[in-house]
């Protein structure tokens, strides 16, 4: 089995900061890409940033200049410092990776189970 385990959202006023984390954990042979994707309410999740394995991040209009995805392919844990936070980033943050597990050759997508970001105004 594989679990993706985020953690650090919470409640920021506009302006502020946060830093989200995301391990991945199991039987784990290696990871691809790794990312960040949010769904406000009523809205359809969309990405945030990803990082692959080796190679260059990418992100979301809205996300650059103001928020980093970084990993440490060690933990098998990814980053997202966002910076300048505004009320229209208040969403569910949601973890993705692309991973294989020890024995098989497929690779497989997971998804953590969210974390709220909530920024008042």
């Known amino acids: 089995q594989v679990q993706l385990v985020e953690s650090g959202g919470g409640l920021v006023q506009a302006g502020g900061s946060l830093r989200l984390s995301c391990a991945a954990s199991?039987?784990?042979?290696?990871?691809?890409?790794m990312g960040w994707y949010r769904q406000a309410p009523g809205k359809q999740r969309e990405l945030v940033a990803t990082?692959?394995?080796?190679?260059?991040?990418n992100y979301a209009d809205f996300a650059k200049g103001r928020f980093t995805i970084s990993r440490d392919n060690a933990k098998n844990t990814v980053y997202l410092q966002m910076n300048t936070l505004k009320p229209e980033d208040t969403a569910v943050y949601y973890c993705?990776?692309?991973?294989?597990?020890?024995?098989?050759?497929?690779?497989?997508?997971?998804w953590g189970q969210g974390t709220q970001v909530t920024v008042s105004s």
């Open positions: 990082i692959p394995s080796g190679g260059t991040t």
């Open positions: 199991g039987s784990i042979s290696s990871i691809n890409v």
């Open positions: 993705n990776a692309v991973i294989r597990r020890i024995g098989y050759s497929a690779m497989y997508n997971y």
